[in-house]
């Protein structure tokens, strides 16, 4: 099967599940998707819990003592929201690991060249944040506490909002130079 | 005081180091040369205890470096309190509010007054007094550097690992580095670069990487900066052509910044 098969199939699946509301059956997509994915099935389903816990736990915490306070069931929603955001992102975790995006993105010379540039953004991001997180470690003598955790993550998100505009800013100016917006009205 | 045994290092794009073996005596000052891409910062971080090697072991003070061993705290907080590794991007390193709470953030064992007073001194030694209640974000690249550095010397470390440390400084702050780091007798340094006309003031003892990721060199500084054939193997010198008139002959570099 084609890189593009595979991304329509995954863009099909977003759709459909978006649709689905019944946790049984959201959980037994998940499991299905998890026995198709073969020995990857640990690995992504540890990669998609981590990527989600933070904003889940908040996002289900809010939820749920909102309706606590107001009086109103809560558990069913709450597990139906954990599950879907669960098995989308293992879904977007086994399209990532199985096929090449920018084949499966190359349907002209632009959406190609789109697609190389997101990637070697993406790529670049993955670099930096791994060498703050190594720079932390590094430093900390003492098990860091929360609060160095929270100034960490926070100047490590400006100081990459900063990189990621200055990249993008050169990029632009080189596909400007190159000539890549001179068919503009 | 550390040890490569067989050490080889594999990322998700492939090699990065490959069976390298080599032992560092404490009061060494090393020269860690290699063209970008060669493995110069995996091999640092191989050597902080950042990363670990699938292959070979890397031993500090006869102790190798595990996930096991890592986890032992006690063990763990004087491994990073004698071993401290300034990034090639000062950006990494650097997350604390002021100037003081940055180089004082390893120190929070000590009691306040040691720590101010080592605070003050390193901050003095480094120039860096004056900018001790401003943000580090604010300092211009060759502040950031000497504030990195004074962050890694406040907790005295009998090792220091740098890399690049001159990479994205100017011509002054690179010579204020340089002079800083031969007066830094105490410490056994690994200096990376690729700027060979730096590297004779930064050590005696060379190591060098090639684009395959093996160590081709390990001996004294001045002999590999003068064999031309190992810096062209290694990618740190390049030829082109040179017009002199009429004549155009090839002319050889091994000046590289």
Same mark, same amino acid.
């Given at each position: !099967? $084609? ?5 329509a ?5 977003? =759709?459909?599940? $978006?649709?689905? &509301? ?22 992504? *389903? ?6 989600v816990?933070?904003?889940?736990? !908040?996002?289900?915490?809010?939820? =749920? ?45 632009? $959406? ?28 900390? =003598? ?18 990459? !909002? ?14 400007? $130079? ?8 | 005081?550390?040890?490569l ?14 069976? @390298? ?34 292959q ?8 190798a *470096?595990?996930?096991?061993?890592? %986890?032992?705290? %006690? ?28 180089i ?10 040691? %720590?101010?007073r ?18 580090p ?35 002054r ?5 340089v002079?800083?780091?031969?007066? *830094?007798?105490?410490?056994?340094? =690994? @200096?990376?670069? &690729? ?18 990721h ?5 001996g ?17 010198? &390049? ?13 050889? &570099?091994?000046?590289?910044?």
């Amino acid at each position: !099967m $084609s890189p593009r098969f595979w991304l329509a199939a995954y863009l099909l699946a977003v =759709v459909a599940v $978006s649709f689905l &509301h019944e946790p049984l059956w959201l959980a037994i997509i998940l499991l299905a998707v998890l026995l198709a994915a073969g020995r990857l099935a640990p690995r992504l *389903l540890w990669r998609a819990l981590l990527a989600v816990l933070l904003v889940n736990l !908040m996002v289900s915490g809010g939820y =749920v003592a909102l309706s606590l306070w107001q009086g109103n069931p809560w558990a069913l929603t709450v597990i139906r929201l954990n599950l879907r955001v669960l098995l989308l992102t293992v879904l977007t975790l086994w399209l990532a690991a199985r096929i090449d995006l920018v084949r499966a993105l190359s349907v002209g010379p632009a $959406s190609r060249f789109l697609a190389v540039v997101a990637i070697n953004q993406i790529l670049l991001m993955r670099r930096l944040v791994q060498d703050y997180r190594h720079a932390f470690r590094s430093r900390s =003598v003492q098990p860091p506490r929360l609060r160095d955790h929270y100034r960490s993550a926070a100047r490590q998100g400006v100081v990459l !909002m900063d990189k990621a505009q200055a990249q993008a800013e050169s990029l632009s100016q080189g596909m400007r $130079s190159r000539g890549v917006f001179d068919d503009r009205p | 005081m550390i040890v490569l045994d067989g050490v080889s290092f594999h990322h998700e794009y492939g090699v990065a180091l490959d069976n @390298v073996s080599l032992h560092i005596a404490a009061g060494e000052r090393v020269v860690l040369l290699g063209a970008n891409g060669c493995g110069k910062s995996t091999l640092l971080k191989l050597m902080n205890g950042l990363l670990l090697p699938q292959q070979g072991q890397v031993l500090f003070q006869g102790t190798a *470096l595990t996930h096991g061993q890592l %986890r032992d705290r %006690r063990w763990s907080r004087e491994f990073r309190r004698q071993v401290g590794l300034l990034f090639q991007d000062p950006d990494a390193m650097l997350f604390n509010p002021t100037v003081a709470e940055e180089i004082g953030y390893s120190l929070r064992q000590l009691p306040v007054e040691e %720590r101010d007073r080592r605070i003050r001194h390193w901050a003095a030694e480094l120039g860096l007094s004056d900018l001790l209640d401003t943000p580090p974000f604010r300092l211009s690249g060759g502040e950031k550097q000497r504030l990195c550095l004074a962050a890694v010397l406040v907790l005295e470390p009998a090792l220091l690992l740098m890399d690049e440390p001159t990479a994205n400084l100017d011509p002054r702050a690179t010579g204020w580095l340089v002079d800083f780091l031969l007066d *830094l007798e105490q410490v056994t340094t =690994v @200096v990376s670069t &690729h700027n060979l006309s730096l590297a004779a003031e930064l050590g005696d003892r060379a190591l060098m990487l090639s684009e395959d990721h093996r160590l081709i060199y390990d001996g004294p500084l001045a002999a590999a900066l003068s064999d031309q054939e190992l810096l062209w193997r290694a990618n740190l010198a &390049h030829r082109h052509r040179r017009r002199r008139g009429e004549a155009v002959r090839i002319h050889t &570099h091994q000046e590289w910044s």
